[in-house]
């Protein structure tokens, strides 16, 4: 059982920077693999980055692949997605999500879920 809470989110103009958390409570955080994925309005929910339980493995989509980093601190029970040079087309809600295994990118195969935040570009 995972309890996973997501930060960070706001609204910034074209090519500015966000760094988004997800602080994870319950069962012990560096069993899981971790992902965000996003769902703008009328869209389908999207995979955006992953990263393996112990940190080293990364995963991400290739529109945002050079833009956007994904780490995690298991210390600190948090993983992070880092965001530059952000385009009004990745304005969306950010979901943070987590599985007991390896990484994946189909949203239907994690088992836990935070709330989003939203992610607003503008220009």
């Known amino acids: 059982q995972v309890q996973l809470v997501e930060s960070g989110g706001g609204l910034v103009q074209a090519g500015a920077s966000l760094r988004l958390a997800c602080a994870a409570s319950?069962?012990?955080?560096?069993?899981?693999?971790m992902a965000w994925f996003r769902q703008a309005p009328g869209n389908e929910r999207d995979f955006v980055a992953a990263i393996t339980r112990n940190g080293v493995g990364t995963s991400y989509a290739d529109s945002v692949k050079g833009r956007f980093t994904i780490s995690r601190d298991n210390a600190k029970n948090t993983v992070y997605l880092q965001m530059n040079s952000l385009k009004p087309e990745d304005t969306a809600v950010y979901y943070c999500a987590a599985r007991d295994t390896v990484v994946v990118t189909a949203p239907n195969l994690y088992d836990y879920w935070g709330q989003g935040t939203q992610v607003t570009v503008s220009s």
């Open positions: 319950g069962r012990t955080f560096d069993n899981y693999a």
